[in-house]
Protein backbone atom coordinates (compact mmCIF):
# COMPACT_ATOMS: atom_id res chain seq x y z
CA UNK A 1 0.00 0.00 0.00
CA UNK A 2 1.50 3.80 -0.94
CA UNK A 3 2.07 6.27 1.22
CA UNK A 4 -0.77 8.63 2.16
CA UNK A 5 0.20 12.03 2.25
CA UNK A 6 -0.62 15.44 3.89
CA UNK A 7 0.67 18.73 2.22
CA UNK A 8 2.02 21.05 5.54
CA UNK A 9 1.89 24.98 5.08
CA UNK A 10 3.53 27.16 6.81
CA UNK A 11 3.15 30.64 6.51
CA UNK A 12 5.48 33.01 8.48
CA UNK A 13 6.06 36.88 8.41
CA UNK A 14 9.48 36.26 6.63
CA UNK A 15 9.50 33.07 4.84
CA UNK A 16 6.49 30.52 3.64
CA UNK A 17 7.50 26.80 4.18
CA UNK A 18 5.57 24.15 2.09
CA UNK A 19 6.34 20.13 3.18
CA UNK A 20 4.86 16.54 2.15
CA UNK A 21 4.42 14.91 5.29
CA UNK A 22 3.05 11.19 5.87
CA UNK A 23 -0.60 10.67 7.68
CA UNK A 24 0.66 8.67 9.89
CA UNK A 25 3.56 10.93 11.30
CA UNK A 26 7.03 11.36 10.64
CA UNK A 27 9.49 13.61 8.75
CA UNK A 28 8.81 15.72 5.66
CA UNK A 29 9.95 13.67 2.29
CA UNK A 30 10.16 16.99 0.81
CA UNK A 31 10.40 20.75 1.90
CA UNK A 32 10.06 24.16 -0.22
CA UNK A 33 10.54 27.39 0.91
CA UNK A 34 9.97 31.17 -0.28
CA UNK A 35 10.31 34.45 1.38
CA UNK A 36 6.80 35.92 1.85
CA UNK A 37 7.03 39.33 1.27
CA UNK A 38 3.87 40.05 2.28
CA UNK A 39 3.78 43.38 1.18
CA UNK A 40 2.86 42.03 -2.80
CA UNK A 41 -0.74 41.02 -1.26
CA UNK A 42 -2.02 37.46 -0.24
CA UNK A 43 -3.12 36.32 -3.80
CA UNK A 44 0.78 36.33 -4.86
CA UNK A 45 1.54 34.31 -1.83
CA UNK A 46 -0.88 31.90 -2.35
CA UNK A 47 0.45 31.40 -6.12
CA UNK A 48 3.71 31.03 -4.07
CA UNK A 49 2.57 28.18 -1.79
CA UNK A 50 0.82 26.53 -4.68
CA UNK A 51 3.45 26.05 -6.71
CA UNK A 52 5.71 24.86 -4.17
CA UNK A 53 3.07 22.15 -3.18
CA UNK A 54 2.98 20.73 -6.45
CA UNK A 55 6.85 20.51 -6.51
CA UNK A 56 6.47 18.61 -3.12
CA UNK A 57 3.77 16.40 -4.18
CA UNK A 58 5.54 15.50 -7.00
CA UNK A 59 8.60 15.01 -4.99
CA UNK A 60 6.97 12.86 -2.55
CA UNK A 61 4.57 10.38 -4.26
CA UNK A 62 7.48 9.57 -7.09
CA UNK A 63 9.80 8.67 -4.60
CA UNK A 64 7.07 6.02 -3.41
CA UNK A 65 5.16 4.80 -6.67
CA UNK A 66 2.43 7.01 -5.82
CA UNK A 67 -0.07 8.96 -7.28
CA UNK A 68 -1.62 12.37 -6.20
CA UNK A 69 -4.78 10.57 -5.38
CA UNK A 70 -2.28 9.69 -1.98
CA UNK A 71 -2.46 13.16 -0.87
CA UNK A 72 -5.34 13.49 1.78
CA UNK A 73 -5.27 17.60 1.97
CA UNK A 74 -3.45 20.13 3.34
CA UNK A 75 -2.98 21.61 6.14
CA UNK A 76 -2.08 25.59 6.69
CA UNK A 77 -0.98 27.59 9.89
CA UNK A 78 -1.01 31.15 9.91
CA UNK A 79 -0.11 33.68 11.86
CA UNK A 80 -3.58 35.17 13.64
CA UNK A 81 -5.68 36.29 14.54
CA UNK A 82 -8.24 34.03 12.58
CA UNK A 83 -11.58 33.04 11.87
CA UNK A 84 -11.01 29.17 12.05
CA UNK A 85 -14.70 28.86 11.19
CA UNK A 86 -14.64 30.79 7.65
CA UNK A 87 -10.63 30.34 7.22
CA UNK A 88 -10.75 34.07 7.29
CA UNK A 89 -7.21 36.24 8.26
CA UNK A 90 -8.12 38.68 11.11
CA UNK A 91 -5.79 41.88 11.70
CA UNK A 92 -2.69 40.13 11.87
CA UNK A 93 0.22 43.00 12.16
CA UNK A 94 2.49 40.22 11.18
CA UNK A 95 1.06 40.38 7.26
CA UNK A 96 -1.37 42.79 6.88
CA UNK A 97 -3.72 40.21 5.15
CA UNK A 98 -7.20 41.42 6.80
CA UNK A 99 -10.50 39.93 5.92
CA UNK A 100 -8.45 37.55 3.06
CA UNK A 101 -9.94 33.74 2.88
CA UNK A 102 -6.73 31.87 3.08
CA UNK A 103 -7.83 28.48 3.99
CA UNK A 104 -10.14 28.46 1.05
CA UNK A 105 -7.59 29.88 -1.58
CA UNK A 106 -5.27 27.26 -0.77
CA UNK A 107 -8.03 24.80 -0.77
CA UNK A 108 -9.43 26.08 -4.15
CA UNK A 109 -5.81 26.28 -5.83
CA UNK A 110 -4.96 22.83 -4.84
CA UNK A 111 -7.71 21.19 -5.64
CA UNK A 112 -7.91 19.53 -1.60
CA UNK A 113 -9.92 20.05 1.60
CA UNK A 114 -7.76 22.44 3.77
CA UNK A 115 -7.27 22.85 7.81
CA UNK A 116 -6.49 26.10 9.21
CA UNK A 117 -4.67 26.96 12.69
CA UNK A 118 -2.80 29.72 14.50
CA UNK A 119 1.16 29.40 13.00
CA UNK A 120 2.42 29.00 16.43
CA UNK A 121 -0.61 26.27 17.21
CA UNK A 122 0.56 24.40 14.21
CA UNK A 123 4.57 25.04 15.52
CA UNK A 124 3.21 23.67 19.07
CA UNK A 125 1.71 20.45 17.91
CA UNK A 126 4.15 19.45 15.74
CA UNK A 127 6.14 19.51 18.33
CA UNK A 128 4.41 17.49 20.17
CA UNK A 129 3.55 14.83 17.74
CA UNK A 130 6.66 14.31 16.34
CA UNK A 131 9.15 16.11 18.52
CA UNK A 132 10.71 17.62 21.72
CA UNK A 133 7.14 16.90 23.47
CA UNK A 134 6.35 13.61 22.34
CA UNK A 135 4.98 10.90 25.15
CA UNK A 136 3.77 14.67 27.14
CA UNK A 137 0.20 14.92 28.27
CA UNK A 138 0.24 18.97 28.58
CA UNK A 139 2.69 20.94 26.52
CA UNK A 140 3.38 25.07 25.91
CA UNK A 141 5.16 25.71 22.72
CA UNK A 142 6.55 28.84 22.58
CA UNK A 143 7.87 30.68 18.90
CA UNK A 144 10.53 33.20 18.41
CA UNK A 145 10.51 34.41 15.47
CA UNK A 146 9.48 38.21 13.51
CA UNK A 147 6.90 37.65 16.34
CA UNK A 148 5.94 35.79 19.30
CA UNK A 149 3.79 32.88 19.35
CA UNK A 150 2.18 30.28 21.82
CA UNK A 151 0.33 26.88 21.79
CA UNK A 152 -1.17 24.47 24.47
CA UNK A 153 -1.62 21.12 23.73
CA UNK A 154 -3.23 18.79 26.41
CA UNK A 155 -4.66 15.40 25.83
CA UNK A 156 -3.87 15.45 22.13
CA UNK A 157 -5.96 18.52 21.78
CA UNK A 158 -5.29 22.09 20.83
CA UNK A 159 -6.42 25.01 23.21
CA UNK A 160 -7.96 27.15 20.73
CA UNK A 161 -10.68 29.64 23.00
CA UNK A 162 -13.91 31.26 22.50
CA UNK A 163 -12.77 32.66 19.34
CA UNK A 164 -9.67 31.15 18.19
CA UNK A 165 -7.06 33.79 19.68
CA UNK A 166 -6.05 31.66 22.77
CA UNK A 167 -2.39 31.57 23.90
CA UNK A 168 -1.28 35.04 21.82
CA UNK A 169 1.49 34.74 24.63
CA UNK A 170 3.48 37.13 22.21
CA UNK A 171 0.72 39.54 23.58
CA UNK A 172 0.89 39.23 27.26
CA UNK A 173 1.61 42.51 28.64
CA UNK A 174 5.19 42.12 30.65
CA UNK A 175 5.23 46.07 31.05
CA UNK A 176 2.97 48.30 32.26
CA UNK A 177 4.09 51.46 30.12
CA UNK A 178 6.62 49.99 27.81
CA UNK A 179 7.64 49.71 24.42
CA UNK A 180 5.18 49.64 21.16
CA UNK A 181 4.20 46.75 19.87
CA UNK A 182 2.89 45.96 16.66
CA UNK A 183 -0.27 45.27 17.97
CA UNK A 184 -0.97 48.61 18.93
CA UNK A 185 -0.50 47.53 22.98
CA UNK A 186 2.05 48.64 24.98
CA UNK A 187 4.41 46.54 26.61
CA UNK A 188 3.75 42.68 25.07
CA UNK A 189 6.69 40.27 25.33
CA UNK A 190 7.08 40.47 21.63
CA UNK A 191 7.89 43.81 21.48
CA UNK A 192 11.04 42.85 23.88
CA UNK A 193 12.15 39.26 22.97
CA UNK A 194 11.11 38.65 19.14
CA UNK A 195 14.00 38.66 16.48
CA UNK A 196 12.86 42.63 15.13
CA UNK A 197 13.01 43.25 18.55
CA UNK A 198 16.42 42.03 20.17
CA UNK A 199 18.03 44.01 17.00
CA UNK A 200 16.29 47.13 18.22
CA UNK A 201 17.47 47.00 21.71
CA UNK A 202 20.77 46.29 20.20
CA UNK A 203 20.90 49.13 18.51
CA UNK A 204 20.01 51.08 20.98
CA UNK A 205 22.73 49.92 23.32
CA UNK A 206 25.07 50.15 20.53
CA UNK A 207 23.85 54.22 20.18
CA UNK A 208 24.23 54.37 23.96
CA UNK A 209 27.93 53.76 23.47
CA UNK A 210 28.14 50.19 24.43
CA UNK A 211 31.50 48.61 22.78
CA UNK A 212 30.83 45.37 20.55
CA UNK A 213 31.87 43.94 17.52
CA UNK A 214 28.46 43.95 15.96
CA UNK A 215 28.98 46.93 14.04
CA UNK A 216 31.98 45.22 12.71
CA UNK A 217 29.55 42.72 10.94
CA UNK A 218 27.17 44.70 8.68
CA UNK A 219 27.39 47.15 6.39
CA UNK A 220 24.58 49.41 7.92
CA UNK A 221 23.31 49.04 12.10
CA UNK A 222 19.42 49.19 10.49
CA UNK A 223 20.47 45.94 8.52
CA UNK A 224 21.34 44.16 12.26
CA UNK A 225 19.17 41.48 12.81
CA UNK A 226 19.35 39.09 15.96
CA UNK A 227 21.08 36.22 13.90
CA UNK A 228 23.87 39.45 13.86
CA UNK A 229 23.90 39.71 17.48
CA UNK A 230 24.47 35.69 18.15
CA UNK A 231 26.98 35.78 15.15
CA UNK A 232 28.68 37.94 18.19
CA UNK A 233 27.76 36.33 21.33
CA UNK A 234 29.85 33.27 19.38
CA UNK A 235 32.61 34.87 19.14
CA UNK A 236 32.64 36.14 22.62
CA UNK A 237 31.32 39.52 22.11
CA UNK A 238 30.19 40.82 26.05
CA UNK A 239 27.49 43.29 25.00
CA UNK A 240 25.73 40.60 22.79
CA UNK A 241 26.01 38.15 25.66
CA UNK A 242 24.55 40.72 28.02
CA UNK A 243 21.59 41.47 25.15
CA UNK A 244 20.55 37.86 24.90
CA UNK A 245 20.83 37.47 28.78
CA UNK A 246 18.56 40.08 29.00
CA UNK A 247 16.16 38.38 26.36
CA UNK A 248 15.88 35.08 28.41
CA UNK A 249 15.27 37.42 31.41
CA UNK A 250 12.65 39.35 29.91
CA UNK A 251 11.40 36.02 28.50
CA UNK A 252 11.27 34.31 31.24
CA UNK A 253 8.58 36.67 32.66
CA UNK A 254 6.07 35.17 30.10
CA UNK A 255 6.87 31.73 30.53
CA UNK A 256 6.49 32.13 34.33
CA UNK A 257 3.25 33.25 33.81
CA UNK A 258 2.59 29.92 31.81
CA UNK A 259 3.86 27.70 34.16
CA UNK A 260 1.73 29.33 36.77
CA UNK A 261 -1.16 29.60 34.56
CA UNK A 262 -1.16 25.90 33.07
CA UNK A 263 1.67 23.56 35.17
CA UNK A 264 2.23 22.07 31.96
CA UNK A 265 4.89 19.07 32.05
CA UNK A 266 6.61 20.85 28.97
CA UNK A 267 7.52 24.08 27.72
CA UNK A 268 9.16 23.74 24.41
CA UNK A 269 10.54 27.11 22.40
CA UNK A 270 10.81 27.14 19.36
CA UNK A 271 12.55 29.29 16.32
CA UNK A 272 15.94 30.91 15.47
CA UNK A 273 16.80 32.40 18.72
CA UNK A 274 17.55 28.77 20.60
CA UNK A 275 20.70 28.60 18.23
CA UNK A 276 21.95 30.77 21.22
CA UNK A 277 21.76 27.57 23.18
CA UNK A 278 22.68 27.47 27.07
CA UNK A 279 23.28 31.22 26.45
CA UNK A 280 19.89 31.68 26.24
CA UNK A 281 18.25 28.46 28.38
CA UNK A 282 20.56 28.66 31.54
CA UNK A 283 19.53 32.25 32.47
CA UNK A 284 16.01 31.94 31.23
CA UNK A 285 15.14 28.85 33.20
CA UNK A 286 17.15 30.14 36.51
CA UNK A 287 14.67 33.31 35.81
CA UNK A 288 11.52 31.06 35.67
CA UNK A 289 12.69 29.06 38.84
CA UNK A 290 12.25 32.61 40.73
CA UNK A 291 9.39 33.65 39.45
CA UNK A 292 7.06 30.91 38.88
CA UNK A 293 5.47 28.39 42.03
CA UNK A 294 7.80 25.82 43.16
CA UNK A 295 6.04 22.55 42.53
CA UNK A 296 4.60 23.73 38.87
CA UNK A 297 8.38 24.69 38.22
CA UNK A 298 9.92 21.17 39.09
CA UNK A 299 6.81 19.64 36.98
CA UNK A 300 8.38 20.83 33.74
CA UNK A 301 10.93 20.96 31.65
CA UNK A 302 11.85 24.09 29.31
CA UNK A 303 13.52 22.72 26.56
CA UNK A 304 14.39 23.77 23.19
CA UNK A 305 12.78 22.53 19.79
CA UNK A 306 13.55 19.07 18.51
CA UNK A 307 12.35 20.34 14.74
CA UNK A 308 14.04 23.53 14.42
CA UNK A 309 13.26 23.84 10.42
CA UNK A 310 10.13 22.02 10.61
CA UNK A 311 7.50 21.82 13.59
CA UNK A 312 4.90 24.07 11.75
CA UNK A 313 4.79 22.29 8.51
CA UNK A 314 4.56 19.23 10.37
CA UNK A 315 2.43 20.60 12.78
CA UNK A 316 0.19 22.11 10.04
CA UNK A 317 0.02 18.87 8.64
CA UNK A 318 -0.72 17.18 11.82
CA UNK A 319 -3.61 19.58 13.01
CA UNK A 320 -5.22 18.29 9.07
CA UNK A 321 -4.86 14.99 10.36
CA UNK A 322 -6.20 15.54 13.71
CA UNK A 323 -9.36 16.54 12.65
CA UNK A 324 -9.77 13.91 9.75
CA UNK A 325 -9.86 11.53 12.22
CA UNK A 326 -12.39 13.28 14.72
Known amino acids: MSVRWVVGVDIGGTNCVVAAVPFQGGMPAAVRALPTRPQRGPDAAVADIAAMAEEVIGEATGSE?????????????????????????????????????????IAEALGLPASLDNDANCATYGEWWQGAGRGTGSLVGVTLGTGIGGGFVEGGRILRGASGSACEIGHMTIALEGRRCGCGNDGCLEAYASGPAIAARAREGLREGHASILPELVDDLETLTAATVYEALTLGDAFAQDVMTETARLLAVGLANLV???????????????????????????????????SAVNACAIVPGALPDTAGVIGAAGVFVMERRR
Open 260 to 294: NLFNPEMIVVVGGVTRAGEHLFEPLRSEVRRRAFR
Open 65 to 105: GGSRSDVLGVGIGCPGPLDLETGVIGATPNLGWEGYPIRDR
